[in-house]
């Protein structure tokens, strides 16, 4: 199997010339984050971590993280064996007064556990008291690098690593459009648009059979270089 540069060269042309393997590795890995970020929970389901990450009222670090699943230990019962892990609902960060607060619909008990996440920080309601040993989530690692010099992408979908070199190549020529204008070569820079074109159609046909509806633009815009 040829890496994804080199597949990506298939797609666009050779542009050793023209674009670093630095912004080839750093468009294969936005692209990467990008489809794991967006991709129907369902079609990830053998990707999620195998453990669970516990924690208690410090609360889990979820940068890099798309959570799945948040469950909070129910230490009512006196007895170890007996205690119980209960699915916690998400709420608003602005809620997390009311889920503290019996009077409000939006109350969180040990049977009825909530969370929020505020400052890439999630936190568990009701907070760890005593006898309870911790809460835990389940999550798909979105941090991670693609290189492009592999081949495939590790603990990631086969059929999306398609969608990734797509990306990587849309946004290649996407910089040479750029370059082409800026030295007014109006020619060349209307063959990459033509060539664009084609990538990006492509592109959005991979997502649209991966399950994604959209990727919404201004987050591609941020991840061009």
Known sequence: MATFKQQIFDITGDLSTS????????????????????MPIHKLERIISDEATDFGDGGLDVEGKRIVEV????????????????????????MKGRATD??????????????????????????????????????????????HSVEVIDNFPDEAEYAVTLYAA???????????NNDEDVELASSYSNQYA????????????????????????????
Do not use: C
Request: glycine letters at 4%; a neutral charge.
């Open 198 to 225: 084609l990538v990006d159609a492509q592109y959005k046909e991979a997502l649209q059979i991966l399950g994604i509806e959209e990727i919404e633009e201004r987050k591609l815009q941020r991840d061009a270089r």
């Open 102 to 147: 019996s009077s409000y619909m939006e109350f969180a008990s040990a049977t009825d556990p909530a969370y929020y996440i505020d400052e890439k920080k999630l936190f568990v309601l009701p907070a760890m008291g005593s006898g309870v040993d911790y809460a835990n989530a389940s999550y798909i690692d979105t941090s991670i690098t693609v290189a």
């Open 170 to 180: 849309r946004q290649a020529l996407k910089k040479l459009i750029a370059d082409a």
């Open 71 to 94: 469950f909070r230990k129910d230490g009512a019962n006196s007895d170890t064996n007996l205690r119980y892990f209960h699915p916690a609902r998400k709420i608003g960060v602005k």
């Open 19 to 38: 674009v670093s393997d630095a912004s080839i590795t750093q468009w294969l890995t936005s692209g990467a984050r990008l489809v794991l970020n967006a």
